[in-house]
T-cell receptor, first 117, second 112 residues
Framework: GAVVSQHPSWVICKSGTSVKIECRSLDFQATTMFWYRQFPKQSLMLMATSNEGSKATYEQGVEKDKFLINHASLTLSTLTVTSAHPEDSSFYIC?????????????FGEGSRLTVL | QKEVEQDPGPLSVPEGAIVSLNCTYSNSAFQYFMWYRQYSRKGPELLMYTYSSGNKEDGRFTAQVDKSSKYISLFIRDSQPSDSATYLCAMSVSDSGYALNFGKGTSLLVTP
């Protein structure tokens, strides 16, 4: 099946710094990518929908100035956590819609675990 | 009330057992139902994708959807230790990655 690569898989940073997470579709073009946050023993919570070449659409309660999303190409979307704080520590997962664009073709990255000290 | 309810477990079964995982939901407009498997510290992997009611079988996995009861199930036959993971149900109104509603996931442990 299609592969979505996410990097880094884990990162530790100091409070106040910014962290960038990359999400790449390796063998298909992804017009739409999604970013989720998952806390321990909790379900995936959609943070934002990223469309290539346009601004991301953020879910209610997600600060767009804190979680910067860029989808500059059909194979790459990035999430930057700006001025990270300990409460931002979480597991961040991206997913990409395949070219058919339906839920059966939604592929997830491996996730990125962020720890803010 | 959350739209999707899933017992977090943990569920422990011996190798070879039949596993039954379930989710209930409240939104009758859901039409697309998925089951994902998530290993520890990894992203979810799609196992089953079904539309509307009925059964779907793929190898050792069978997905059932009962829209009248707002209840979906995933059965795993001849369970293996490698099946130990968290299983997430997800569902949506439209066939798009947007607005997928996930359950919290059920942690499954298959013991040798």
């Amino acid at each position: 099946g299609a592969v979505v690569s996410q990097h880094p898989s884990w990162v530790i940073c100091k409070s106040g710094t910014s962290v960038k997470i990359e999400c790449r579709s390796l063998d298909f073009q992804a017009t739409t990518m999604f970013w989720y946050r998952q806390f321990p023993k909790q379900s995936l919570m959609l943070m934002a929908t990223s469309n290539e070449g346009s601004k991301a659409t953020y879910e209610q309660g997600v600060e767009k100035d804190k979680f910067l999303i860029n989808h500059a190409s059909l194979t790459l979307s990035t999430l930057t956590v700006t001025s990270a704080h300990p409460e931002d520590s979480s597991f961040y997962i991206c997913s990409a819609e395949g070219e058919q664009g339906y839920t059966g073709e939604l592929f997830f990255g491996e996730g990125s675990r962020l720890t803010v000290l | 009330q959350k739209e999707v309810e899933q017992d977090p477990g943990p569920l422990s079964v011996p190798e070879g057992a039949i596993v039954s995982l379930n989710c209930t939901y409240s939104n009758s407009a859901f039409q697309y139902f998925m089951w994902y498997r998530q290993y520890s510290r990894k992203g979810p992997e799609l196992l089953m994708y079904t539309y509307s009611s009925g059964n779907k079988e793929d190898g050792r996995f069978t997905a059932q959807v009962d829209k009248s009861s707002k209840y979906i199930s995933l059965f795993i036959r001849d369970s293996q230790p490698s099946d130990s993971a968290t299983y997430l149900c997800a569902m949506s109104v439209s066939d798009s990655g947007y607005a997928l509603n996930f359950g919290k996931g059920t942690s499954l442990l298959v013991t040798p």
